[in-house]
């Protein structure tokens, strides 16, 4: 099994930053990617980034390129999602996500977070 904590979410302003932190523990050699999700209410979960443990692999929606950046440290089992400019729409439960292989569908992903809530007001 592989455990993911989600954390960093909040309220922000819009033009604001966060960074969201993904800590992986468990079997994490069963996965090769890491993914973020974002599902707002009412709304299909829908992806945002992925990243590989290995090499410099990255997806991005193209909603969030050249505002999110995703990034791992492998020491730490961490992965991040710095999250710049911030928009309403950007409003949403993000989540953490994990798999053998994947990209920009959940259903390629074994292991899911429990969620961290980021809002951000206009």
């Known amino acids: 099994q592989v455990q993911l904590v989600e954390s960093g979410g909040g309220l922000v302003q819009a033009g604001g930053s966060l960074r969201l932190s993904c800590a992986a523990s468990?079997?994490?050699?069963?996965?090769?990617?890491m993914g973020w999700f974002r599902q707002a209410p009412g709304k299909e979960r829908e992806f945002v980034s992925r990243i590989i443990w290995s090499g410099d692999s990255t997806l991005y929606a193209d909603s969030v390129k050249g505002r999110f950046t995703i990034s791992r440290d492998n020491a730490k089992n961490t992965v991040y999602l710095q999250m710049n400019s911030l928009k309403p729409e950007d409003t949403a439960v993000y989540y953490c996500?994990?798999?053998?292989?994947?990209?920009?569908?959940?259903?390629?992903?074994?292991?899911w977070g429990q969620g961290t809530q980021v809002t951000v007001s206009s």
């Open positions: 468990g079997r994490t050699s069963r996965t090769a990617a």
């Open positions: 996500a994990a798999g053998r292989s994947g990209n920009y569908s959940p259903y390629e992903y074994a292991y």
